[in-house]
Structures are given as structure tokens and as C-alpha cells.
């Protein structure tokens, strides 16, 4: 079995239908188990306080901000080299989802960021990477919106998405790059000196389990629509054309 079956719309379409439910049923166990946990089950920060439980919604969705703009880069690849349909509305209906990721992390990040800075905003270099990542967010979608024809936005929005990682990359490694800012390095580290305890690791890798879970189910969903919704401006041309 060749994983370009799935570049098929009928092949993909039986094959997510089968698995979304168990999908969206792990994400939906996991989000409860790790955010109950985190934010119940666990002791205040000696420093932070109680503030520091936001950890468990503001990093996960940063993550998957992140991630989920790498997926439509490699989505968008696929489109530009071999020409899939279903790759091209994966992209598209991953951004949504990206889109509303970042803002809870922006959201969070300013809640957390309060009490510990003093302030709600700075523009530290990965809160403001963050940010502009949130503005080609909204640029791509509306780059699909703009446009009639599906493979004319596809072509011009997987060019928009190959620019925005740039920006991408920037908000995972902005810390790295410059050593300033209020914005502190990574909460989870392979490195035990950077690394939160374990106390809070273990709940935190099972939010983050859970956004991850949560992120492919709801694309999926969405591509699945996107896929019908092709197919219907597909028929709607013919009849125009016939």
C-alpha cells in the first residue's frame, strides 16, 4: 500500500471516516485527563503562584501553532511538486485551526506574561515572531477566500505558506536566536537544568497529546468538508458549462 493512495478523495474519505471517531475520542480523553490533572492535581509554582497552571493551555497551543503551520508547508509542497487535490485542502483547512492555536497562545501568553512582567505585551522577539505568524494566518485564509478559481489559490497561497515559515521558525527558536527578552526558553527540555518537573511534565505531555489528538481530528473534519465543497463547486461549473 502506497501512502499517495490517500492523495485519492474517495480513498481518503473512507479511510478518515473510519478513524476520526477514535481520534476525536483519545483527543477528547486526553484534553480532560491532562487539563483536570494540571490544573487541579497539581502544587502551585514556588515563584508563579497559581498563574503558572496557564501552562497547560499556553503551550500546548503554541506547539501546535507552530506545528500546524508546518504541516501546510509540507501539505503545500506535496501540492506544488505532485499536484494533489487533498493536500492543497489539507493546507486550507488546517489554517483555521492553526489560526485559532496561535490566538490562545497569544491570548495565554498575555495572561501568563501579566503578573510575571508587569505588562501585557512586549515586543520580546518570539512574542512578536508570534504575532506576525498570526497575521499570515489570517493572510492565508483570506488569500482562499479572495480567489475563485481552487488551483489558482492553491498555487498562490502554498507560496504565501512557504514565506510564512520563515516566521514559523522564528516564533519555535526566537529565544535561541537572541538572547533577550522577557520571554523565557523552553518549559520542555531534554536538558534537566531548563526542564519543569516532573510533577508538571507528566500532565503537560498529556495536554499536549490531547491538543495534538485534537488538531488532526479537527483536520481531518475539516478536509473532509473542503472535499465535499470542491466537488459541489465542480458540479456547480458543469451546469454553468452545460
Known sequence: ???????????????SQKVLPWIGGLAALCLATGLIWGFFFTPEDYRQGSTVKIFYLHVPAA????????MMLVTSLVWIIRR???????AKAAAPVGVTFTLIALVTGAIWGQPMWGTWWAWDPRLTSFLILFLFYLGYMALWAAIENPDTAADLTSVLCLVGSVFAILSRYA???????????ASLSMDK????AD???Y??????????LLFVALVLLRTQTEIRRRRLHALEMRERMG
Open 63 to 70: 506547539m501546535m501553532a507552530i506545528n500546524a503551520w508546518a
Open 1 to 15: 500500500m502506497s501512502f499517495w493512495e490517500y492523495a485519492n478523495p474517495v480513498k481518503f474519505m473512507t479511510t
Open 199 to 201: 510533577v508538571f511534565w
Open 84 to 90: 494533489h487535490h487533498v493536500s492543497a485542502l489539507a
Open 203 to 212: 500532565p503537560a505531555l498529556v495536554a499536549i497529546a490531547g491538543f495534538v
Open 175 to 185: 529565544v535561541n536566536f537572541w538572547n533577550q527578552g522577557l520571554h523565557q526558553g
Open 193 to 196: 537544568q531548563e526542564n519543569v
